[in-house]
Nanobody, 122 residues
Framework: QVQLVESGGGLVQPGGSLGLSCVVPERTFNSYHMGWFRQATGKERDPVAAITASGGATWYTDSVKGRFTISRDNAKNTVYLQMNSLKPEDTAVYYC???????????????WGKGTLVTVSS
């Protein structure tokens, strides 16, 4: 069974940067599409970014385009989310996710991380 472990969350001021990591200690890591969801208090868990198994294509929700970058290192079984120019509305618990499906949605996720909290505040 695949287990996802996120790290890198914390407190940052508006305009600052954070980098998140998700480690998947599984030999078939390179067969999964990977990505990140986020959920703010009282709101839905929504997709933020995704990257195909090969790393050849990426997707971002409109609100983070130009600010966030998703990447992966299949040799290290790790997916990353670099977050720049952070805004207070980015505050949420960020969840790493893995799927073999071609559909990037909560229902298609095979494995979740437990989440890491990102707080953007002065």
């Amino acid at each position: 069974q695949v287990q996802l472990v996120e790290s890198g969350g914390g407190l940052v001021q508006p305009g600052g940067s954070l980098g998140l990591s998700c480690v998947v200690p599984e030999r078939t890591f390179n067969s999964y599409h990977m990505g990140w969801f986020r959920q703010a208090t009282g709101k839905e868990r929504d997709p933020v970014a995704a990257i195909t198994a090969s790393g050849g294509a990426t997707w971002y929700t409109d609100s983070v385009k130009g600010r966030f970058t998703i990447s992966r290192d299949n040799a290290k079984n790790t997916v990353y989310l670099q977050m720049n120019s952070l805004k207070p509305e980015d505050t949420a618990v960020y969840y790493c996710a893995a799927t073999t499906s071609g559909v990037w949605s909560k229902d298609a996720v095979n494995y979740w991380g437990k989440g890491t909290l990102v707080t953007v505040s002065s």
